[in-house]
Each structure stands twice: as structure tokens, then as C-alpha cells.
């Protein structure tokens, strides 16, 4: 649903489009079968990418950046105080999909709202509750059993901490809390403001030195 590929999608893009995921894994292992396969989620994608690992599935190491683990509590974040002004901007993103338009979405509407009228319904889940409850990756993290990182920032004022903090986590799972980054930004001082971008670097060579 998104860039070049947008309207092309029989379905809208959302948390629980791990199948996606692994379908490009997967062309990936038949392109290079003697690579080790790394992939790396940002938000939502980082979300569908947990769960694609939580079924067995996917890469050979992974690397979640803030992902909504907890859909309800990251809806209930994002329309809560001055959040209000960026769940306008994602349900301003959702209304250009015409098909959202149809189903009466308007700019006043929360992200809850657009996942209640469209996303659910039009990914298969009866409702938005249904929706997350099935796609927070949060609850099955316990059975992912390939090297991951999850990567995630204590301020992120859309993924709350507490989603992070009370994980089953087992061995193969390293968890990696920033005190601050927010959700993405990550800044740092010096000549490389980037700090994400070296972070990822570190991670993805500790990754691949691990054995499968």
C-alpha cells in the first residue's frame, strides 16, 4: 500500500501482514539459499515481522525498531494530548486509499476509528478489538526462537514502555531500550546524527556473526 506499490495491494497493509513478509523472505532464500537472511521492521512492519518469527517463519535474525507490540494501548496513545496531532496525519495517510474513503472515514477520526470502519473488516478481523487482540505481537513473543533484537525508545509517545516491560522473553531475544529516541528519531550529537543508523549497522554485523 505504499510507494510505487500503492493501490496494487488486494488488502490494506496493516500489523498482521506477516504472510507478506515472509513471501519476500522467501524469494530472497531462492535468490541467495547460501546467505544468511537478516530483516529489519520499523513500527508496524517491525510488528508483522515479530509475528511472522513467532510462527517459525522468516529470516534468520531479525531487528524490531518501536513496534507496536500492544496495538490497543499504541491506538489509545496516539489520540491521546498532543499525539492528536499525528493521528490526524495518519488518518489523512489512510484517506487516500479510496476504498477507506467508502467506508466514511473522516478527517476528524481517530486511527481507532479508521482500523474500526476499514482496516479490520478489510483485512479479515471483525473488528478493531478483534484486530489487535490477534496481530499484538507482544503475547507471543515467547515462542520466537531466532536471534532478534527488539529496539525501541522509552519516550516513544506511540509505543508505550510499559508494552516492553513485562515481555516473556527468552534467550534469543535481546531487548535494547533507548531513554530516549522517540518513535524513530533517535538524534545523536557529533557529526553523525544518526544515530539509528549506526545502531542498526552494530546489530545487523552481531547478527550475522551468529550461528543459525
Known amino acids: 500500500g505504499c510507494g510505487q506499490g500503492r493501490g496494487l495491494a488486494k488488502g490494506p497493509y496493516n500489523s498482521g501482514s506477516a504472510p507478506e513478509l515472509g513471501l519476500a523472505v522467501n524469494w530472497g ?40 507490540i500492544d496495538l490497543a494501548a499504541c491506538s489509545d496513545a496516539i489520540s491521546t494530548g498532543f499525539n492528536r496531532v499525528y493521528d490526524v496525519r495518519f488518518v489523512h ?23 474500526e470502519r476499514y482496516t479490520a473488516p478489510a483485512a479479515g478481523y471483525r473488528d478493531a478489538a478483534d484486530y489487535y487482540e490477534t496481530c499484538s505481537a507482544g503475547p507471543r513473543m515467547g515462542t520466537i526462537d531466532r536471534p532478534t533484537v527488539l529496539l525501541t525508545a522509552a519516550d516513544d509517545p506511540f509505543v508505550p514502555i510499559e508494552s516492553y516491560e513485562n515481555l516473556d522473553l527468552n534467550r534469543s531475544i535481546h531487548l535494547h531500550v533507548e531513554p530516549v529516541g522517540g518513535h524513530m528519531g533517535y538524534l545523536a550529537a557529533g557529526p553523525r546524527r544518526r544515530w539509528l543508523d549506526g545502531a542498526l549497522d552494530a546489530y545487523v554485523d552481531w547478527l550475522s556473526s551468529m550461528s543459525s
Do not use: M, Y
Not at 495517510?93 to 482500523?115: F, M, N, S, Y
Open 93 to 115: 495517510q489512510c484517506r487516500i486509499d479510496p476504498r477507506a474513503r467508502g467506508k466514511g472515514i473522516k478527517p476528524w477520526h481517530t486511527l481507532r476509528e479508521v482500523d
Open 29 to 68: 532464500r531462492l535468490r541467495h539459499p547460501d546467505k544468511r537472511h537478516i530483516a529489519i521492521g520499523f513500527s508496524l512492519s517491525g510488528n508483522a515481522l515479530l509475528l511472522l518469527l513467532s510462527r517459525g517463519e522468516g529470516p534468520d535474525g531479525a531487528i524490531a525498531v518501536n513496534a507496536p
